[in-house]
């Protein structure tokens, strides 16, 4: 997770700009799934929802190939 900030006219430094990256070991077969999860998981996010329409929040997922149960 990155974070940027701004400084406000009064000096304050303010976070204004959240990435959030993701890397997930998964069957690539899941993807149409992980990404319609990924689409809305943001506004069941506590957090998120907390900072919406004060910090923007932007995610990105790196998919690893599971690894085979029969590979050992």
Same mark, same amino acid.
């Given at each position: 997770?990155? +974070?940027?900030? #701004?400084? *406000? @006219? @009064? +000096? ?5 700009? =959240? ?5 997930? /070991? ?6 149409? *799934?992980?990404?319609?999860?990924? +689409?809305?998981?943001?506004?069941? %996010? !506590? =957090?998120?929802?907390?900072? #919406? +329409? %004060?910090? #923007?929040?932007?995610? #990105?997922? /790196?998919? =690893? !190939? ?7």
């Amino acid at each position: 997770m990155t +974070g940027e900030v #701004e400084k *406000a @006219d @009064d +000096g304050v430094i303010i976070l204004r700009r =959240v990435h959030v990256r993701y890397r997930l /070991q998964a069957d690539p077969e899941k993807r149409e *799934a992980i990404d319609r999860i990924l +689409g809305f998981h943001v506004s069941k %996010c !506590p =957090v998120a929802r907390s900072l #919406e +329409g %004060c910090v #923007e929040i932007t995610t #990105e997922l /790196q998919l =690893v !190939p599971a690894k085979s149960a029969t590979a050992a």
